[in-house]
């Protein structure tokens, strides 16, 4: 199998082949910038990174039952690099899965998933409805009240900051940093 090197605009056609939901289309374009912002932190390449936080969940939609797997299949098919595919399937871990995110861009995709739903449900409930002034301190205060975003799995984003070695604090001030790169595009501009 002969891989090639995927473009941006290629995932987004695939990503709208397979989903339509506006919140997961957001979602998508939410973890593409914290993935873009990420690889710069760490002098990744951060068109590799992004088409993966784009893609990670191609199969949601139409596959929740299979998802991570059918994702493998769709991107196989396509003749996807296994590193793409890989990744995207590692942010099931523990979830779907057991295979574990081992590379750093893995455990960023692991650990910023679920921190963006997090972040876009405090901005939400702000008076101004943005992440351009939002705070850590903010995101924080939300994490700990159990039944807020009750869909987020807490534990995951623990994880996956201990597999960086890097505080919690830290990895929600740079995925905020990573939202607030596409306010626009994930709606989340509100009224600064």
């Known amino acids: 199998m002969s891989e090639k090197t ?3 605009e290629e995932a987004l056609i695939l990503l709208k082949e397979f989903n339509k939901t506006e919140s997961l289309l957001t979602h998508a374009l939410a973890v593409e910038a914290v993935m873009r912002h990420f690889s710069e932190l760490y002098n990744e390449d951060s068109e590799k990174w992004g088409i993966i936080g784009l ?10 039952e299979e998802h991570c797997f059918k994702a493998r299949e769709i991107l ?5 690099p296994e590193a793409y595919i890989r ?8 979830l779907v899965n057991d295979i574990e995110p081992i590379e750093t861009m893995e455990k960023v995709l692991y650990t910023t998933d679920e921190l963006t739903g ?3 449900a405090t901005c939400l409930l702000r008076p101004s409805k943005s992440v351009l002034d939002l705070e850590v301190k903010s995101v924080k205060k939300k994490w700990k009240q159990k039944g807020f ?14 597999k960086l070695g890097v505080e919690i604090d830290k990895i929600i001030e740079e995925t905020i940093k990573g939202m607030q790169k596409a306010a626009d595009e994930i709606g989340l501009r509100g009224a600064v």
């Open 55 to 64: 893609l990670h969940d191609l199969d949601y939609e139409m596959y929740p």
């Open 118 to 120: 997090l972040i876009t």
């Open 76 to 80: 196989e098919e396509r003749k996807w």
């Open 6 to 8: 995927p473009t941006r």
């Open 149 to 162: 975003a009750a869909g987020v799995n807490r534990e995951v984003i623990t994880k996956g900051a201990e």
């Open 87 to 94: 990744a995207i399937q590692s942010h099931g871990y523990g």
